[in-house]
């Protein structure tokens, strides 16, 4: 099955966020928990219809359309998409091709976040980079949101290394050619779970007991979240908040990774408040309230200032330390130039 996607569209930088988190500075790399990429193509476990599909996901080049324009619009990205293991009847493929879509955003128009960014010194030079990238979205709400969780508060690594364990202990299992993929659990095994039962994977007492109570709400009904998708966001944001556990930082992160919201601004977002110090120059981390103002102008695309600003921790070290050499060789001209320009 082929998915057409609109362009600018890059494939490859929107896989680097899902595939690993950035490498430490030890050089070590993480393991994939849930996503993989093998053979050319992006593979992923997901449960579809009730049932574990692996699909994969390849990007082909499509040929131009015939236009009436001087200019070739050069050519289209598509995404090919098949059922690796799993039921292969036309409900499922069905429902894998609109994950998919919905996945990598393929019909979002990004030209408006890009003419947006033109005029900030910062996000143009992004944008040029990052061309093309979009937010990954996660398959199920349910699933950012209990990576949020466990998330909060403790680093990159051991982050990665508790969600493998919950994964490996709860997850379930598709096999392909030999090999074993994983699934997110489910909210039903969640629920079903103790505080006791989570506390050997190294998830805190207070964590198992915001995931135990919320998937147990998933699944009575109580808390619908993947009905979130079509409210309002701001709407979203307070049902989210109304959860023992879930805070602004993580409702806003389950905005920018499932729900697609457009203009999520996690302003006490530590790499945020880092990155945004480095690039614009400041003195010191901002706060959260410095970064909603400096956020401003970026309204209606905050979600993505902030993410192009994240996957800055994706590149080299000696990458971002020319980039904000670069920026701020630019102000200092900038200014030298005003200073030279007479009083009239």
């Known amino acids: 099955m082929r998915i057409t996607a609109r362009e600018p ?60 324009r001087a200019r070739s619009d050069g050519a289209g990205a598509g995404l090919d998409l098949r059922i690796l293991a799993g039921p292969q009847d036309e409900s499922t493929f069905r429902a894998v091709a609109d994950l998919v879509q919905r996945q990598f955003s393929t019909d979002l128009d990004l030209t408006p976040f890009y003419r947006l960014a033109a005029s900030d010194r910062v996000l143009s030079r992004l944008v040029r980079h990052f061309r093309g990238m979009r937010i990954p979205q996660s398959p199920t709400v349910y699933e950012t949101l209990i990576s949020a969780i466990l998330e909060q508060q403790v680093n990159l690594s051991f982050a990665h290394q508790v969600k493998g364990a919950l994964i490996g202990a709860h997850g379930s299992t598709i096999e392909f050619e030999g090999r074993a993929y994983r699934t997110f659990p489910e909210p039903v095994r969640l629920a079903l779970a103790t505080a006791g039962d989570l506390r050997p994977l190294q998830i805190s007492g207070p ?41 602004l930082w993580t409702a806003h992160y389950v905005g920018l990774r499932a729900l697609g919201h457009l203009d999520c601004l996690p302003a006490a977002d530590v790499g945020l408040q880092k990155s945004i110090q480095r690039f614009y120059g400041l003195r010191q981390t901002p706060t959260a309230a410095r970064v909603q103002r400096i956020a401003k102008p970026w309204a209606g695309w905050r979600s993505y200032a902030t993410f192009y600003l994240w996957l800055t921790y994706w590149e080299k070290a000696a990458w971002r330390e020319a980039l904000a050499a670069e920026i701020r060789e630019e102000c200092r001209k900038s200014r030298v130039t005003r200073a030279n320009v007479p009083n009239v």
């Open 9 to 68: 569209f890059d494939f490859q930088r929107t896989l680097r966020f899902v595939l690993s988190p950035p490498a430490l500075l030890n050089g070590r790399l993480f393991e994939p928990l849930l996503d993989h990429f093998e053979n050319g193509e992006y593979r992923r476990a997901a449960d579809v219809n009730g049932q574990p599909v692996l699909y994969a996901v390849r990007e082909v080049r499509q040929p131009p359309r015939p236009t009436r």
């Open 207 to 247: 964590k198992a007991r915001y995931i135990i109570a919320l998937s147990r709400a998933a699944l009575d009904g109580r808390l619908d979240l993947e009905s979130l998708r079509y409210v309002e966001p701001a709407q979203a944001i307070e049902r989210l908040l109304r959860e023992k556990g879930v805070g």
